[in-house]
């Protein structure tokens, strides 16, 4: 019997963890991702999972126990926020070059500085290079959902890459809402048990993780990363489909609201979605053709999903919840990019909100759809929400 | 670690599958001086082999139980000098790779 539980996306998550039941996680608290962590390390001390908890002393030394866990042959997890991810973030990169399918939430939360400890999506941005998968959610339901279908889609063998879930912090990782857990031996048969590749433990197949590799091989282990992302593109249908049969719940690339014949159409990641939903709702009661879409999939970026909904819509404006300085805004410059071999190119305009934590109010989102409605959309220029102007 | 033709060919991850392939792995490319030894001058004394830090001095014990300096592996020698500095007897001469190109 499924379990409907009133607690918080940090709880959430830490619950997901607790039925997948990783060998071991090794983690290092900041805000807003500790309470993540704090419920874990009281599953473990309660005896609920068979993890080995490693409590490390830096986020560095967290993303290091957790690559060497991996290549042990563990199921392996951690979860971090803004700047313990930049603390991390050099062990990213070799996670992820080693192909070990690592999960990690991130309580998104804004890179200092000024220091911040609010929601924004300037760490998960940073990372976006990094060679991981990177999921989004909404809300807590949702962070529950990634978390378990991060894990089974990691460790698929054509895939074997390390996947990040992104939660926004404190309005998702603190806030209260009903959450739908299923019955933990349903996610422990659906992660199943990892089996992997190269472990480090099999003392009868030695084998070396991590060596040197310069100009020779590189390049082709590059190669293959690519090849893990394109994989873990074409696997994620596949998923999402398994995950739907024993949820009830439906994912895909992108959740679309009201699109079928939307012509304003918002694009947003995570929390302000809902919001946006609720901005659609009114506009459409006005007999205004809105739509949003919300990626729910950012690493492998969806691009042709988004060509297809997009194309021959009358304007797009894109959110972003942190800014690339001199560059256009990251997710904005991905929808550009991927409209390029559009035939009937809609307007396009780039708003930036809600940083470091700003309220996102549904005035605020009104905003963008008020510009298109004008015609008042100019694909070179980045606006901003709620900025004291 | 064994040479491969193709990213599609090899483990992931950079990870090396079977033990022992460092000798599949010529280091040597590194060189651009290349020790030449004078066999005419050298007095067999191994002081070049017992310095050499990549082990890239050839040298076996004669039936007279005397030493014997056969050469170079090529292979792993990356040029540093060390045994043309520390030859007695100045029988090993540094040529620049250029001089071998083909």
Redesign the interface.
Known sequence: MPTRLAVTGAAAVAHAMRQINPDVVAAYPITPQTPIVEYYAQFVADGLVDTVMVPVESEHSAMSAVVGSAAAGARTMTATAANGLALMFEVVYIAA????PIVMPIVNRALSGPINIHGDHSDAYSVRDAGWIQLFSENSQEAYDMTIIATKLAEREEV?TPAMVNLDGFITSHGVEGVDLLDDEVVRDFVGIWEP??PLLDVD???????L?LF??Y???H??QQ??LKNAYKALPEVFAEYEKISGRKYDFLDLYRMEDAEYVMIVLNSAASTAKYVVDELREQGIKAGLIKPWVFTPFPKKELLAALEGRKAIMVLDRAMSFGKEAPLYSLVKSALYEAKDRPMIGSYVYGLGGRDVTPAMLKVPFEDALKGDLDPNEERYLGLKE | MPKYDSWKEMPIAGVIDKPATAREYNTGTWRIMRPIINKDACINCMQCWLYCPDMAINGRVKEDGKTEMLGFDYNYCKGCGTCAEICPVNAIEMKPETEFLK
Request: charged share 30%; glycine share 8%.
């Open positions: 070059s080693m192909r070990l074997l590749k190269y197949n030695p084998i070396t993780h991590g060596p590799d020779d091989y390049f082709e282990h190669r293959q090849e893990g």
